[in-house]
């Protein structure tokens, strides 16, 4: 499946989410998935909790973000940089904590 059809699978409803991006008008964000990712779960554990959820869907949350970060603008750093990764890795061990 090329990247087109993959992005094709990203929605952004305003009624879900406050229009964050979705997968095939589910509610199951973008963001959520890549934090899935991110803590370690593979595909086919996040694939397996979600009976509609389909390889290709977490590919395409994959795509987006490349797509986000691709046309992301760069700043010099100011100091911060061990403050927000762990900020954000505390955030993802949380909620990988949640789901449990």
């Known amino acids: 499946m090329d990247e087109k059809a ?3 699978r990203i929605t ?3 009624q879900i989410f406050g229009g964050k991006p979705i997968i095939r008008g589910h509610r199951l964000a973008v963001e959520h998935v ?3 990712l991110a ?6 554990t996040i694939v397996s909790g979600y009976p509609w959820m ?4 977490v590919l395409a949350c994959l795509a987006y973000a490349r797509r986000v970060v691709g046309h992301e603008r760069v700043e010099p750093f100011r100091g911060v940089e061990r403050s927000v990764i762990t ?6 061990q949380e909620e990988r904590a ?3």
Request: hydrophobic fraction near 30%; include cysteine.
């Open 12 to 14: 952004c409803n305003p």
């Open 54 to 57: 389909e390889r290709e869907d």
């Open 6 to 8: 993959l992005l094709e």
């Open 34 to 36: 890549l934090g899935m």
């Open 87 to 92: 900020e954000y890795a505390d955030a993802v």
């Open 39 to 44: 803590a370690g779960d593979t595909t086919e």
């Open 98 to 100: 949640q789901r449990r």
